[in-house]
């Protein structure tokens, strides 16, 4: 049986979705013992994320921000109809996953940031080189402490990114991880687009 398609994520979404897949990969597994990459991973990273931010704003439809972004309320509702099995279908992102988006754009952005702040006031390089001459070996370390610690959490929520894929593609009888290379998902019990507020 034929089922009809539709084009869901433009070409910019799929070359972002697996462009920080990969540079996060190298940037976790590089920490200790391959500065340089895991610096220029980081500032890949970051300039991918600056890149989504524009493109949330001017993209294709459902790239916005204002098709997936929905209230707290809504993510709760969604997440309840997962437990039940009677979840809706959403061409874009569900609810859960438009959350999950913002935190992962978050807690990777955390991540670069306090990442640049150590670079800056332990190997004083980087845009926060300045903090060499003016920060001590107490603010260094806490300042690596952080950084750890939203790279850590950034993996947990990759994992439950995962997990969320895997359940709704049972769910939906769909591949999503598919749908993320091609750009096309089928079309048949879809919601257009997320208009809860």
């Known amino acids: 049986m034929n089922t009809q398609q539709t084009k869901v994520w433009d070409i910019f979404i799929r070359v972002f979705h697996w462009s920080l897949v990969a540079t996060f990969a ?14 220029y991973t980081g500032y890949s990273i970051i300039t991918l994320i600056i890149l989504r931010l524009i493109w949330g704003l001017v993209g294709t439809r459902h790239a916005r921000f204002n098709d997936f972004v929905v209230s707290p309320k809504n993510v709760i509702r969604y997440l309840k109809d997962v437990i039940q099995f009677r979840a809706k ?22 991540t670069v940031l ?27 370390d806490a300042f690596g402490e952080v950084h750890e610690f939203f790279a850590n959490f950034t993996l947990l929520l990759i994992f439950l990114h995962v997990v969320g894929v895997a ?29 809860e507020t």
């Open 26 to 39: 190298i940037a976790y597994l590089t920490e200790d013992d391959f500065t340089t990459l895991h610096v």
């Open 114 to 140: 306090f990442g640049m702040l150590v670079y800056g006031s332990a190997e004083f390089s980087g845009p926060f080189s300045f903090l060499g001459d003016s920060v001590g070996n107490s603010m260094a």
């Open 167 to 195: 359940v709704a593609s049972l769910q939906h009888k769909e591949n999503l991880v598919r749908s993320m290379f091609t750009g096309y998902k089928k079309t048949d019990n879809m919601i257009n687009h997320n208009n």
């Open 89 to 110: 279908r959403y061409i874009g992102h569900n609810p859960a996953g438009g959350a999950m988006v913002l935190a992962l754009l978050a807690s990777l952005s955390m």
